[in-house]
């Protein structure tokens, strides 16, 4: 259904411009931004320009990398597409399926929820994109621990406010982010956690965060494979681990209201 907006009037970021940490002035220390390491490549793309854009077409390592975010459902996803489909870019339809983003690639003008990351309709409808997570911390903790990052920067060649979020607050938690129900209806719901409580998810896993930041550690075992949530002192969030072999290596994850979470994968184990 529409969001407002129409087709484009949320304008992507497509030619993103990245600075150091003594560049990023504009930046408080508890200013959520969506961290990424990634091929070599250490980044931060900070909540407060991606609220107004919502993707970010970009490269990382010389390779097409969109960063993506939702901020009705809290999720922000690295896509590309897969081996065997062009390189795409992506914009906003201006609609929204179950209050998720929809976004269009200009290529074939094919359609994508960006929480399904899959195609609903148009030339590529079926395939899915390669994703790579980001991870959700503050801009302290990430150039803390990541002194040698680049962070992009409000030079987006758009007129748009930077600072001010028209849903709420992420420091101090406040508006629509915590209270109330999704902005726009959905077609299933679940009672199992609040509407904005958030998970960690993995297609066929969704593990309560708010349970990983108690434990620090919580295992569970998704069709033979062992998985292990850790809380990271550092960043203040929640990775997502899987045994390969003797190691543990990443997993694909992201953050997401449940809500939206049980619309997408409603037949995924819940970890709680």
Known sequence: ??????????????????VPVNKAGFLDDDDPVFSLEYRGEVRAYPQLVLVRHEIVNGTVA????????????????????????????????????????????????????QLLATAVSGPLKGTKLDTVPLVWTTWKQWRTAHPDTEVMSIDTGALRSYGSDPYGSYPGRSGYYVKGGPLFPVLATSDRFDDKHVVVGGGRLAIDKDLVRANRIVRTDVGGT?????????????????????RWVPADFLDSMWFAWYFFYPNSQVRT
């Open 1 to 18: 259904m529409s969001g407002g907006p129409g087709k484009d009037g949320i304008p992507s970021i497509d030619r993103p411009r990245f």
């Open 226 to 246: 062992q998985v292990e949530a850790r809380w990271d002192e550092k960043l203040g969030t929640a990775l997502v681990l899987q045994r390969d072999g003797d």
């Open 62 to 113: 010389g390779e097409p990398l969109a960063v993506t975010y939702c901020p009705l459902t809290g999720t922000v996803i690295g896509l590309s597409a897969p081996s065997g489909v062009q390189g795409l870019t992506f914009g906003t339809t201006g609609r929204t399926v179950n209050s998720n983003l929809l976004m269009y690639d200009r290529q074939t003008g094919s359609e994508w929820p």
